[in-house]
DNA sequence: AATAAATGTAAAACATGTTTTACATCAAGA
DNA sequence: TCTTGATGTAAAACATGTTTTACATTTATT
């Protein structure tokens, strides 16, 4: 799974901070989120495509690897 | 946030056991999604979307109230 | 009515996601 | 060059999601 959110928020000129408030996230979880440290919640993804102008289903890309367990 | 999977999963005729399968998650898990004890991960949503035949968006439905912080 | 399949309840252990705090690095502008 | 804003790293505490196990209830089939 990876995302589109850090080309997005430049598209918008949203810095990190701002699209955590704009979320009621916050920076970091922003941060590890464009990073792929680790993928939001479902409800945290939903707002972040609002926020974003877009959907969850094309900010969003799931790949083929995400159909493993997750110790692979 | 509620969602479509119990009536998407009858009309495809699946149990929760078999829809659980088909997307490497246990029954418990399913059914607790289901009657919207937890909603999903990105992922299981995404994986969730795909067995049912439609995508993130349609199967999810956000509402008003997932703008609240979980407090409310 | 009896059996089996499907669904529901419950709780502990574990995995993942989020916040908070603090500090480091990078880029841009004064 | 100094400062500021933006981004990155790190780790502990906490919240949420998932599995596992076991058992109860409902629904369908014979």
Redesign the interface.
Known sequence: ?HNKIKDLRKIQKLSQAQLATLT?ATRQTILAIENNKY?????L???IA?VLGT???NL?I?TEL??L?HDF
Do not use: E, I, R, T
């Open positions: 799974m009621g993928d939001p919640s479902l409800q993804a939903f707002k609002h959907n969850v289903d969003f799931y995400d159909d367990p």
